[in-house]
């Protein structure tokens, strides 16, 4: 296989990425609380040598291969969304940006969110799945005159979380989370944080991710037409 095929094949995968990753933040531009996610690059070389300090054994193919373009890894953004006030007094939205609501996921597990678009479930405060929202104790609350007051919001690195839906999260690690006994100033009541999708930004990535996969589908043709060519052309001589 001619050697330039090899950067090429993986800058299309890469751009394949890029267009699905693209793709589920114009998705879950209405999904409340929602955080974009965006992608980074490097080379395979460098993802080897990180693979190689992580105690692990993968092993260089050549130089070509070595230097072709990867994706390294994914990122939130972790911008907060505009607050929309919705006069909902069941609605409630986060004031600062590394903050976050309890829930109880389906698992019996202590879920984070920053949705705090909650309902009423025969008296008890829930999330739009139906989990219960948690207070600072980590107990489901009782709808009363004073619920506002009860909803438990902690602080926590988005380093320490790892994705479980569109807005919900878990902690990879307890140690480092910082429950609030008192709320106040922390949340904004009859609000909810909206997405933080840029959707002009976002369409602007998703042309130039279809784009970038079309050049390098076409500069791939082009040199499987030239090498179809040349053996062509080396066959006739061969008569």
């Given at each position: ?22 793709s589920n933040n114009l ?149 480092g989370i910082e429950t609030?006994?008192?709320n106040e100033n922390l ?53």
């Amino acid at each position: 296989m001619n050697q330039g095929t090899y950067p090429l094949a993986a800058s299309m995968i890469n751009q394949i990425n890029r267009l699905d990753q693209i793709s589920n933040n114009l998705a879950n531009i209405n999904t409340n609380g929602f955080k974009q996610e965006g992608t980074s690059e490097t080379t395979f070389n460098y993802y080897l040598q990180r693979a190689q300090e992580q105690n692990t054994t993968p092993t260089k193919i050549n130089e070509v291969t070595n230097n072709i373009p990867k994706i390294d890894s994914k990122f939130i953004n972790t911008e907060m969304g505009p607050i929309a006030m919705t006069g909902n007094a069941l609605d409630f939205a986060l004031s600062n940006p590394d903050t976050f609501f309890k829930i109880q996921n389906q698992n019996g597990d202590i879920a984070y969110t920053r949705d705090g678009a909650f309902k009423n479930l025969d008296n008890f405060l829930v999330d739009s799945n139906g989990n219960n929202v948690l207070n600072a104790n980590n107990e489901p609350i009782v709808i009363d005159t004073d619920t506002a007051s009860q909803v438990g919001v902690v602080k926590i690195s988005y380093e320490n979380l790892e994705k479980t839906g569109d807005n919900t999260y878990l902690a990879k690690n307890t140690i480092g989370i910082e429950t609030f006994e008192n709320n106040e100033n922390l949340i904004v009541t009859g609000a909810i944080e909206k997405s933080n999708v840029n959707s002009v930004s976002a369409m602007v990535e998703l042309i130039d991710a279809n784009r970038r996969f079309e050049q390098a589908q076409k500069a791939v043709k082009t040199i499987d037409d030239l090498n179809g060519a040349l053996i062509e052309k080396i066959g006739s001589n061969t008569k």
